[in-house]
């Protein structure tokens, strides 16, 4: 009798310890914060992406620990499969998504102030998906183009003098042709020019049509 009585003794101890285990356990979620080793922007252009960002980690970090807590499921690592725990992990994969697109804009923004850009030159990438340089390009092409439409008429006779055969010089220069640099439109610019034409597939008169103009600016 008496080793009875100490038996049924030990399983309800057993049972109280159990169900304080459990209680415990419940409410002591295992390491559920979210981390990362990503470096982010956190002087982002926008600081509402910022402020989103840091809510949707709050977000997660919530939903992970009520899903413990109140349903006893680990959305991370699930050992069942039923509908309840689906559900639960589709959702965290849903509130975990959010987390990493916002992330990785905030870590693109990371990159190119690391190597040199400021939020304007982040913005003006984003609206028009061009580099600084490429805009700077666009830029200097852009200042070309008004150039050459004010003075093309008066850059094509020998002798002929202006800015724009000045600046077209320096890029047949750059290109390896040995010419003066001094914006008047000689015999040694014809000929360069004519040469250029050539190379390219247009017609070798050495003169600035609007067809060697694009190549040159290309």
Do not use: C
Not at 43 to 70: P, R
């Amino acid at each position: 009798m008496k080793q009875l009585i100490i038996l049924i003794l030990i399983i309800i101890l057993g049972f109280i310890v159990y169900d304080f285990y459990k209680d415990w356990d419940r409410f002591h979620a295992p390491e559920y914060h979210y981390s990362t080793e990503t470096i982010i922007d956190q002087e982002y252009h926008n600081q509402d992406v910022v402020m989103m960002y840091h809510d949707a980690i709050t977000d997660l970090n919530s939903f992970i620990k009520l899903q413990w807590t109140a349903n006893d499921i680990d959305v991370r690592l699930p050992e069942d499969d039923d509908l309840k725990t689906t559900l639960a992990v589709e959702e965290y994969a849903h509130k975990l998504a959010r987390v990493t697109y916002l992330e990785q804009k905030l870590a693109q923004s990371a990159s190119y102030k690391s190597n040199g850009w400021n939020n304007q030159q982040i913005i003006d990438f984003e609206n028009n998906h061009s580099s600084p340089e490429e805009i700077k390009t666009i830029g200097q092409k852009n200042l070309m183009k008004k150039l050459y439409n004010n003075h093309w008429e008066n850059s094509q006779r020998i002798g002929a003098k202006n800015v724009l055969i000045f600046e077209i010089q320096k890029i047949l220069i750059g290109r390896g042709y040995d010419i003066s640099l001094d914006g008047v439109f000689a015999k040694a610019t014809m000929e360069a020019l004519a040469n250029f034409e050539s190379k390219n597939n247009l017609f070798p008169d050495g003169k600035i049509d609007v067809l060697t103009f694009e190549a040159l600016l290309k």
